[in-house]
């Protein structure tokens, strides 16, 4: 991964939050809360370049991403990981808003997709993304989808930290397996560029 990637992580948030408000101000809907409109985590935008892990509890698919030289890796491995859904998870997280408050009712949290992960019934991915200095600057349990809430984007059922759970405008975007985060194609050779294969040994 090179360098360039690695600004454009940093860079893209600040585009997406400006993308985000554009839609708020064209698709007015009902005011249920008196937080509504407001960014989840304002200071993820500024912290895109500082990020140094990202840890997703996501049942068997839980992975821990760690910063290394001009890339990330899996945290235990070191093996690497692609920029794409990286840049797709800051991105989106940074789009949040506020749009209503729900349940606090942990008898209800499955109905959401907001049970604890690893959980029975309808449990949801924890996400936590922290700087160089250990501080954290977006964490939060994701639930089910919500395509009532107007605009493209839609809204995502959310827990941040208390018994409070929330309905946010916006997706989160994971991949849905954990392969989804590596490259699996990390020799990258031309077949032009071949001119003799050998094979050796039994």
Not at 18 to 40: C, M
Not at 166 to 182: C, H, N, Q, T
């Amino acid at each position: 991964m090179k360098t360039k990637g690695l600004i454009f992580l940093a860079g893209l948030t600040i585009v997406a939050v400006g993308a985000t408000s554009t839609i708020l101000r064209t698709n007015p809907s009902r005011i249920v809360s008196d937080r509504r409109g407001e960014v989840v985590f304002p200071d993820l935008p500024g912290a895109g370049g500082d990020i140094t892990l990202i840890d997703i509890q996501d049942g068997d698919r839980s992975i821990a991403i760690e910063r290394k030289d001009n890339g990330f890796v899996a945290a235990g491995s070191n093996y690497p990981v692609k920029i794409e859904p990286l840049r797709d998870l800051v991105a989106t997280l940074a789009n949040l808003r506020f749009e209503e408050a729900k349940t606090a009712d942990p008898a209800r949290y499955s109905d959401l997709g907001l049970g604890e992960p690893g959980s029975k019934g309808e449990a949801g991915k924890f996400v936590t993304i922290k700087k160089q200095n250990g501080a954290v600057v977006a964490s939060l349990l994701v639930g089910n989808r919500d395509m009532s809430v107007g605009g493209s984007l839609g809204g995502t059922y959310a827990k941040l930290g208390d018994a409070q759970s929330y309905l946010l405008r916006g997706e989160v975007k994971i991949p849905s397996m954990k392969a989804d985060w590596f490259d699996a194609n990390l020799v990258k050779i031309g077949r032009e560029s071949i001119a003799k294969i050998e094979l050796n040994g039994g």
